[in-house]
């Protein structure tokens, strides 16, 4: 069978080529084409188009990059068209996949649509529940929640597993081999983001907020996809970059990280955590908390706090995303053991809710299914 994969940042070339790996150990024959990044590649994919040149984010970022994203759409069409696949396979980056699942609709009917890891639409644009579930002729959720969410509007979705929780267990099997030394315990992990606009727009903040504490080393994770040198001018001496996120995050003392999949992944290593977010003229947005129900269907911004249905971790965003108030809430993670062990209990119960379901087997199984039907 063909197939053709659409991952448009690090985190979905990360889970697409998981389940690649997953569709190849049922169909030893699949061929995989699509877009994405080196670790789609590395599995075997022919790609058309490098995610780098496609991981715009905010409508700045679009418009400025306008016409690599009219490039990227003609791309994608040709190579949809060229290769008639049978199943096409959606990973998150829903402004873009959205389109390319409509094109495919009208074009190639014969097609079978998936999303793996579907748009957050419990959280902002509810509206896209319609397209997605008219578009797709299977939804494959990540999130234990989400199935019960498409039910009440009368849609499918299946839960087949969290992948990061999948990473997460795979990183501490290598650390039960003993491939990997402890790193010093007295650390600040740094996550800064995986795209360039964000890391260059966060990283300054966190990083002063970090430097209030000399005490403790201070280590910034870099992005797949992001060169050494974009991180150079951003950094002292005594500062360093390390591409071993999750071996750094496990044993640091508290990390500050950029909201995002990143968040779940630091509660599942169980590192205690702030989280930042920057959104363009803050300021004037700064009111976002008040008027947060006309814009956003859920309380909170972060994974960690939705799935748990509560505040687990502050979240710095807007015009609360300054040093300050990072730096404080740092102080308490370092300092307050009863609230840092709240944290950490409050993580557990994340774990349990999100079960151990391998997700890539799961979804490569539910694909490979409903195309053999």
């Not at 797949?224 to 640091?252: C, K, M, Q, S």
Request: proline share 5%; glycine share 6%; hydrophobic share 40%.
């Amino acid at each position: 069978m063909r197939y053709f994969l659409i991952a448009g940042e690090a985190s979905g070339d990360k889970h697409a080529a998981a389940l690649m790996v997953e569709l190849k150990r049922r169909d030893p024959e699949a061929v995989f084409t699509g877009l994405g990044g080196d670790q789609m590649a590395s599995a075997g994919c022919h790609l058309y188009q490098d995610y780098r040149h496609m991981a715009f984010m905010g409508f700045a970022a679009v418009l400025q990059n306008r016409h690599q994203v009219r490039e990227n759409f003609l791309i994608a069409r040709k190579a949809l068209l060229n290769d008639r696949p049978d199943a096409l396979i959606l990973i998150d980056y829903p402004s873009f996949n959205l389109r390319m699942a409509a094109y495919c609709k009208k074009h190639l009917p014969q097609t079978k649509i998936y999303y793996y890891i579907p748009p957050k639409v419990w959280a902002w644009k509810r509206r896209r529940i319609h397209q997605i579930a008219r578009l797709c002729d299977e939804v494959l959720g990540i999130f234990p929640f989400e199935p019960a969410f498409y039910a009440h509007y009368g849609y499918s979705c299946t839960y087949v597993g969290n992948p990061t929780v999948e990473m997460i267990k795979e990183e501490s099997d290598r650390i039960a081999t003993g491939s990997r030394k402890a790193l010093p315990v007295k650390a600040i992990a740094v996550l800064p983001g995986s795209r360039p606009s964000e890391i260059s727009h966060c990283l300054p903040r966190m990083l002063e907020a970090a430097r209030r504490f000399p005490d403790y080393s201070i280590t910034v994770c870099a992005a797949p996809g992001i060169e050494d040198a974009f991180y150079t001018p951003y950094l002292r001496l005594n500062e360093t970059l390390t591409r071993d996120t999750y071996g750094v995050v496990r044993t640091a003392a508290a990390a500050i990280v950029n909201s995002g999949t990143a968040t779940l992944e630091t509660a599942l290593l169980g590192c205690p955590q702030v989280a930042v977010y920057h959104l363009a003229c803050s300021r004037l947005i700064g009111l976002i908390r008040w008027a947060q129900p006309l814009f956003f269907s859920i309380p909170y911004f972060t994974l960690v706090n939705i799935i748990a249905g509560k505040e687990v971790i502050k979240e710095c965003i807007a015009n609360d995303f300054t040093q300050d108030k990072v730096a404080n809430e740092l102080h308490r993670l370092l300092n307050d053991e009863e609230y840092t062990q709240k944290m950490l209990a409050s993580y557990e119960h994340i774990r349990s809710e999100l079960g151990d379901q391998p997700a890539a087997a799961e979804a490569a199984a539910r694909i490979r299914t409903r195309n053999r039907s």
